[in-house]
């Protein structure tokens, strides 16, 4: 009998097989069911292992509603995928065209995955089965505008690094869920966006960065408390350029062509936490920074910026600042650090929050 259950023991460790790397969406399966050598003679019979869903696309993986079929190559979407997926991923592949019966019964599809393709056409019907579609992924594609009739589930939408050039008054129209929209990397110009493009919108999000803008955009929604222009080609900030902002926390204008901001520009932006100024052409410091309460973050470095007055940055008078600042950018400055007083940053939480020197020519 010991004999016997010595030589048992390697028999049963040789069913077991090396580990196998899961996929990606594949983190949370552990159905501790480990694959075995059906062995004729052995006189263990296996555990049958569960059948794979006889309507998972040749190549992909699914698992949970969740269906991976990136990196294959393909070149156009596989058919029989599950009409109970939630999420559908098939980015990092060939596919140049979305036809009409793509997604056909995929009513339950909560995010489509479409990045890094070469999608240049959209069928104007592809979308209309996704009537819960909230996240649509579709940048670094070769579209040339931006699909119409999206759903009106929508509630993000990322478009960024393809090739589009306008937005035209309809694009967005029904989209009253959409609350951030990621459109940088295409060669948009001011003259793009047609008059009452972002109508009815209520963003939250918004960046177009790495574009061909020369100045703000006009009449995006006011409801937005991010809005991202950097890398563009804006020259200058205006009196009007932000007036209808005023929920914005967070604005980003760095690596631009600033040179100038009028005087009471930012006063109409009562709300902004951050403040991304930085890789400019600004001379001074921007005017009206004071009469910012919110304010705590302001970068300001790799500017042209000579000087620094002893009120550039706080308010006079104590208690008139509501947020101390977490944070002041002045490197790469030709900036004297040696002659600016102390109290220029007597609003400031910590001498640890500004940054100045490394300046060179």
Not at 45 to 61: A, E, R, S
Not at 136 to 151: G, R, V
Not at 233 to 254: C, M, T, V
Not at 266 to 275: D, Q, S, T, Y
């Amino acid at each position: 009998m010991r004999l016997i259950l010595l030589l048992s023991i390697p028999v049963a460790l040789s069913w077991a097989l090396p580990f196998e790397q899961r996929g990606f969406w594949d983190f949370s399966m552990d159905d501790g069911l480990p694959m075995m050598n059906d062995e004729e003679g052995s006189g263990i019979i296996p555990t049958p292992l569960p059948p794979l869903p006889m309507d998972c696309p040749f190549g992909c993986q699914c698992h949970l509603r969740v269906i991976q079929c990136s990196d294959l190559g393909l070149t156009s979407v596989p058919k029989n995928i599950p009409h109970d997926t939630r999420l559908l991923d098939l980015q990092n592949n060939k596919i140049t065209e979305i036809r009409k019966d793509d997604f056909l019964g995929l009513h339950h599809l909560y995010a489509l995955v479409l990045m890094n393709n070469k999608i240049s056409k959209v069928h104007e019907k592809a979308f209309d089965p996704l009537r819960r579609l909230q996240k649509l992924y579709i940048s670094k594609n070769n579209l040339a505008e931006i699909p119409h009739n999206l759903p009106h589930s929508l509630l993000e939408l990322r478009i960024h690094e393809n090739k589009i050039k306008k937005v035209s008054k309809d694009t967005f129209n029904g989209l009253k869920n959409v609350n951030c929209i990621e459109m940088g990397g295409n060669p948009l110009e001011n003259s793009g966006f047609e008059p009452g493009a972002f109508n009815g919108l209520k963003l939250n999000y918004l960046r177009i960065s790495e574009a061909k803008l020369t100045g703000i955009p006009k009449d995006l929604p006011d409801t937005l408390n991010e809005l991202h222009l950097d890398h563009n080609q804006i020259q200058a900030i205006e009196l009007e350029d932000l007036i209808h902002y005023p929920k914005l926390y967070r604005l980003g204008l760095s690596f631009n062509n600033i040179r100038m901001i009028e005087n009471g520009s930012l006063n109409f932006l009562p709300m902004v936490r951050e403040f991304h100024l930085d890789n400019n052409k600004l001379s001074r410091v921007p005017p009206g920074l004071p009469d910012l309460k919110m304010l705590q973050v302001v970068y300001l470095h790799a500017n042209n910026i000579t000087q620094v007055g002893v009120n550039d940055f706080c308010p006079v008078g104590f208690g008139a600042k509501r947020v101390s600042y977490n944070g002041i950018s002045l490197f790469s400055n030709p900036v004297p650090y040696w002659e600016v007083q102390p109290a220029t940053f007597r609003c400031v939480s910590s001498r640890f929050a500004i940054q100045f020197g490394n300046y060179r020519k």
